[in-house]
């Protein structure tokens, strides 16, 4: 579709996008009153807050059944696990009610069966009495052994936070080619969570940056991506697999509209209001951005920085791109300078570990830890 119109692209896109979701529809009625539904569970993602607020996003699915990935599992196994995570059965119009902190919230999910909750207190929150996990329930059910309560944790930054770090997954964290569409095709369809690779020392260096300069500190981590959602349990199973510190997941729901041909630019806008977002929720914060020169996350960060005066540290942008992006991203880090703000454009992880022992963000015991993780996963490549 590169070859097209803009306009005539997006006429298109709008149209496939109205046909899929009319087949989802049908599809999920004529399942519905033939009662040929298999049980529905909540799958909650993780949320976060702070003294005052709870933020808190999930679905209801039909349960695929997909089991979490182990090392051996046949390529047959991952193409079926991969379909079952793409051929989601959403399950829309349904109630369900999140509980915490003595209050009580009721909504229906979309049509994508999506649902998230806000909840707001005049007091501040105490979380060592309400705990970190809301509960929720569902208030209608499609069949007998449908599963109708589950928990979303909520990561809620300590007292003793330094900063936050806000990180790019796709070619930041794991590797992913995604401006090579076959590339990231591949991956997608022939590796499973255990198999895939993370850059060279990421994980070492996200601890580094968890840990903080007294290596005793409690940085909340974020991740924001144009991951769809469907590929949660994945993600989630890739970081244990690989030590990658956890935290909430940011991810896009899937559709035409996210798969324009331009994986960068359609990923632009969704990203940047989630960061508005996660800045928002903690206006007494600052952040540290990472991300990867392939897709327009220096553009991105661009735009925070101006949007956010004085509340970005750094960035770092991992160089996955061609020497004509480098120039366009110097450009970008140029302007972000004036600003006040360092943009590093650095090739390998250790880069990035050794200017933020310069900077007082980690400490010289955390950069040789990311040394040895830097050598310990180029060796199991």
């Keep these: 579709m590169a ?10 896109l709008s149209a496939l996008e109205r046909v899929e979701h009319r087949v989802s529809m049908a599809k999920f009625i004529t399942k519905d009153k033939l009662h040929l539904l298999e ?25 695929e059944k997909v089991v979490q990935p182990k090392e051996g599992d046949g390529v047959l196994k991952h193409l079926k696990d991969t379909y079952k995570r793409f051929e989601t059965d959403e399950i ?11 209050q009580e919230i009721e909504k229906e999910t979309d049509e994508e069966g999506y649902f998230d909750f806000e909840f707001r207190t005049d007091a501040p929150i105490d979380y060592s009495v309400t705990g970190n996990k809301v509960q929720l329930q ?41 401006t090579n569409f076959f590339g990231r095709l591949k991956l997608m369809l022939m590796k499973n969570a255990t198999e895939r690779s993370p850059f060279p020392g990421i994980a070492g260096f996200l601890r580094a940056l ?21 590929l949660y349990d994945l993600l989630i199973n890739f970081f ?23 994986f960068e630019t359609s990923d632009q806008e969704y990203k940047l209001q989630k960061i508005r977002h996660i800045l928002d929720t903690y ?89 040895q993780a830097c050598e310990a996963d180029d060796q199991s490549e």
Excluded at 92 to 102: L, T, Y
Excluded at 139 to 158: M, Q, S, Y
Excluded at 315 to 324: A, C, G, M
Excluded at 346 to 351: A, D, I, N, Q
């Design 138 to 178: 569902l208030l209608d059910h499609k069949t007998d052994n449908d599963r109708l309560h589950a928990e979303a944790h909520i990561f809620v930054p300590g007292k003793d936070a330094e900063f936050g770090i806000i990180s790019d997954i796709d070619d930041t964290v794991l590797v992913s080619n995604i």
């Design 92 to 102: 829309p119009h349904i109630r369900v009610k999140a509980s915490f902190a003595g």
């Design 240 to 262: 244990r697999s690989h030590d990658v510190p956890e935290g909430p997941l940011l991810l896009r729901d899937k559709g035409t509209r996210l798969d324009r041909g331009d």
């Design 210 to 230: 968890c840990k903080g300069s007294d290596g005793k500190g409690n940085n909340p981590l974020f991740f924001v991506s144009g991951s769809e959602w469907n």
């Design 3 to 12: 070859s097209l119109p803009q306009d005539l692209k997006e006429k298109l």
């Design 283 to 371: 206006p007494d914060h600052k952040f540290i951005c990472i991300g990867d020169s392939g897709e327009h996350d220096p553009e991105t960060y661009q735009k925070v920085v101006a949007e956010y005066p004085g509340r970005i540290l750094s960035i770092y942008i991992r160089d996955v791109s061609p020497d004509e992006r480098d120039a366009e991203v110097r450009k970008i880090a140029e302007d972000i300078r004036k600003q006040g703000v360092e943009m590093e454009l650095v090739k390998e992880t250790l880069s990035a570990a050794r200017h933020a022992v310069k900077q007082g963000w980690i400490n010289e015991d955390q950069l040789e830890d990311v040394r």
């Design 39 to 63: 049980p529905i569970n909540i799958m909650p993602y993780y949320g976060f807050g702070n003294d005052t607020y709870v933020y808190i996003k999930g679905r209801v699915l039909e349960d």
